[in-house]
């Protein structure tokens, strides 16, 4: 497999995680990142301004030692040994039985407790329908770019600053693995590859802000301002080009545009959940 991240692609969600809750902290041992927990730490990567290449890594999957003990890198019976059995709910991951943890990338949440350790829940007050897990991940040019709860790791890494947030992977093209409500949002080069967004139809300003919706999804891309939303203007030129939101573009109730960036943020508590006030600068609730 090979993943080539389109930098404006990537720059754009970034530039929409203004609904990320404030005081979310990065925690990629606790969110889990496939080199954390000893899988895949060899993974090719070649980095560039315009593109992140990942490439395969065979798998090791144990050593034949009898007709009822074939796979002791995978077999739950036979994990690390034979007749080493993992108990119910967990699976072995590379020899080492593994729990499986009840929420992971992209799940349905209400708070941050059930997305687990190191998990954030982003709620529908913030355009994301039924709430969606996301996870602290730590960008790092020698390791893969999957993350995600250990052993699922669903989830792809995409910078956010000096670090990276987690969001749920899926192929465009390929069978439908976005839960109702998301789209497979395209994030590569070639269009082979993309994370669940929310569906963009029923809240273009809060999901796409400075970008226009197209057929459900937030376009990401400009050339001039009749590529942005309207309010919104197109600056720079080739893949660093980006939409940037303005006083006129159309957040919607109890957003607006958060000044120098291509997000809507909250304007009031009205847009926060119950205990949480809205700090206008920032657009986050905390």
């Known amino acids: 497999m090979r993943l080539r991240f389109a930098r404006r692609a990537v720059l754009a969600i970034v530039f929409l995680t203004a609904c990320i809750p404030e005081g979310f902290n990065v925690l990629p041992g606790d969110g889990g990142r496939v080199d954390d927990a000893g899988i895949r730490t060899d993974v090719g990567v070649d980095v560039s301004m315009d593109a992140v290449v990942v490439t395969d890594v065979p798998v090791d999957t144990g050593t034949v030692t009898d007709l009822g003990c074939s796979n002791t890198q995978t077999?739950?019976?036979?994990?690390?040994?034979?007749?080493?059995?993992?108990?119910?709910?967990?699976?072995?991951?590379?020899?080492?039985?593994?729990?499986?943890?009840?929420?992971?990338?992209?799940?349905?949440?209400?708070?941050?407790?059930d997305c687990g350790s190191g998990g954030a829940c982003v709620t529908p007050l913030m355009g994301y329908p039924g709430g969606y897990c996301i996870y602290g991940c730590a960008i790092d040019p020698?390791?893969?770019?999957?993350?995600?709860?250990?052993?699922?790791?669903?989830?792809?890494?995409?910078?956010?600053?000096?670090?990276?947030?987690?969001?749920?992977?899926?192929?465009?093209?390929?069978?439908?693995?976005?839960?109702?409500?998301?789209?497979?949002?395209?994030?590569?080069?070639?269009?082979?590859?993309?994370?669940?967004?929310?569906?963009?139809?029923p809240n273009p300003g809060l999901v796409c802000g400075a970008y226009q919706c197209t057929a459900g999804q937030c376009s990401l891309a400009c050339s001039t301002n009749a590529g942005c939303s309207a309010g919104s203007t197109c600056v720079g030129a080739?893949?660093?080009?980006?939409?940037?939101?303005?006083?006129?573009?159309?957040?919607?109730?109890?957003?607006?545009?958060?000044?120098?960036?291509?997000?809507?943020?909250?304007?009031?508590?009205?847009?926060?959940?119950?205990?949480?006030?809205?700090?206008?600068?920032?657009?986050?609730?905390?």
Do not use: K, W
């Open 142 to 201: 020698m390791a893969s770019p999957m993350c995600g709860p250990s052993p699922l790791f669903n989830g792809i890494c995409l910078p956010s600053g000096s670090a990276g947030v987690c969001y749920e992977l899926c192929p465009p093209m390929g069978p439908t693995v976005c839960r109702s409500g998301y789209v497979c949002q395209t994030v590569s080069m070639d269009n082979s590859f993309g994370i669940c967004f929310p569906t963009c139809t």
């Open 238 to 286: 080739g893949t660093s080009a980006t939409c940037v939101c303005g006083p006129d573009t159309d957040c919607g109730p109890h957003h607006h545009c958060i000044t120098g960036t291509a997000s809507c943020g909250c304007s009031d508590d009205a847009a926060c959940e119950p205990g949480s006030t809205c700090n206008t600068a920032t657009g986050q609730c905390s």
């Open 75 to 113: 077999d739950t019976n036979n994990c690390g040994a034979c007749g080493n059995v993992c108990a119910l709910g967990n699976a072995c991951i590379r020899g080492t039985c593994q729990v499986i943890p009840t929420a992971s990338v992209g799940s349905a949440c209400v708070t941050n407790t």
